[in-house]
């Protein structure tokens, strides 16, 4: 017998639909991907503060962050990985249905756990952004020395040296980091949401 057996869905009193139409516009899920120090919470950072500015309803849930709380009995094993993308798939599910923009900065580094989460919304509401830098380039931003210590050895499983980063085959966004500055990011992310309508 399934755990949920015994537990009843409500329906709630607000909908999406009615936040939308309050708030003035859509909610959806920006899910970046990329390795480390590729810029995801720079990038995600900057874009939910160019929201905020504009009085839009955005949030940022973001890896080191998360991995402090919520996940902090996940450590970098495939298995806790997976299980760290899919508890965050929920809570930027929750986001969504009240009525924000969530930002999510998650080095995500496996396709079958982002289809997962992809799974869980409906169609459009979830946006692969593939933040793109080659690792050389990450190897030298290093702003945790953390390529530093995977090299010597200091930490297993870092991804891109001794752990697999597979790349998006179809993201919504792609941003080549190593290529456009930050505020240039922001404006093709912005862009693609006015052109699909959600803001
Ligand atoms: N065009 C750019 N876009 C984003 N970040 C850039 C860019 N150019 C330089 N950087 C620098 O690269 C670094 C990216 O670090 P950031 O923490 O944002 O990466 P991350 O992908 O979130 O990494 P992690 O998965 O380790 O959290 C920052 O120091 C940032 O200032
Ligand atoms: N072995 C590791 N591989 C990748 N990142 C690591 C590792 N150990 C510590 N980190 C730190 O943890 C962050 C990555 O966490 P997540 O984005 O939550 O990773 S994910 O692979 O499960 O999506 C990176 O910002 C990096 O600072």
Partial sequence: MSKSSNI???????????RHRHNGHG??????T??????KSTIANAFSSHLFQEGISEYVLDGDNIRHGLNKDLGFSDEDRSE??????????????????????FISPFRSDRQLVRDLF????????????PIEECERRDPKQLYAKARRGEIKDFTGID????????????IRSDLAS??????????YLIEKKVI
């Fill in 122 to 133: 409906a169609e459009g509401e979830f946006i692969e952004v593939y933040v793109h830098c």
């Fill in 8 to 18: 009843t869905w409500h329906e709630a009193a607000i909908t999406k639909e009615d």
């Fill in 84 to 105: 760290n993308i899919r508890r965050i798939g929920e809570v930027a599910k929750l986001f969504v249905d009240s009525g924000a923009i969530v930002t999510t900065a």
């Fill in 27 to 32: 909610s959806c899920v920006l899910w970046f």
């Fill in 34 to 39: 990329g390795l480390s120090g590729s810029g």
């Fill in 163 to 174: 752990s697999p980063y597979e790349e998006p085959l179809a993201p919504e966004i792609t």
């Fill in 182 to 191: 930050v505020e240039e990011a922001v404006n093709i992310i912005k862009q």
